[in-house]
């Protein structure tokens, strides 16, 4: 069963806030099992409509801002372990990641 203890959260929190300084983010944890980062204010124009599939970066998004998420992702996964093998799920990573644009989300000056 996928599980991220509140450490690794907090070592996250701590990861996101030295290697992206231009972006505002907010990181909880959700049902012991999924890390959540909320993008809150950054340089580039985000739509909070938008939903972020961490798995189509590139080709949902131009370069700079594919290149912002692609570093949040890296963040998320700094705990990821090697998946395992559920018979009635098949593969399941250490813990699940998910990327939110706030409602309430503002575009900085870059």
Not at 91 to 98: F, G, M, R, S, V
Request: neutral net charge; contains cysteine; glycine residues 2%.
């Amino acid at each position: 069963m996928p599980y991220i203890s509140t450490d690794s959260v907090k070592a996250i929190r701590n990861e996101l806030k030295i290697k992206i300084p231009e972006a505002k983010l907010t990181i909880r944890r959700e049902h012991h099992m999924k890390v959540i980062a909320t993008l809150k204010a950054a340089p580039y124009d985000f739509n909070p409509t938008d939903y972020v599939n961490v798995y189509y970066i590139k080709e949902r998004y131009d370069v700079v801002k594919a290149e912002l998420l692609e570093r949040i992702i890296n963040c998320l996964n700094m705990f990821q372990g090697e998946a395992h093998e559920d018979s009635d799920y098949g593969w399941i990573p250490t813990y699940y990641i998910d990327i939110v644009i706030s409602d309430n989300y503002k575009q900085t000056a870059k």
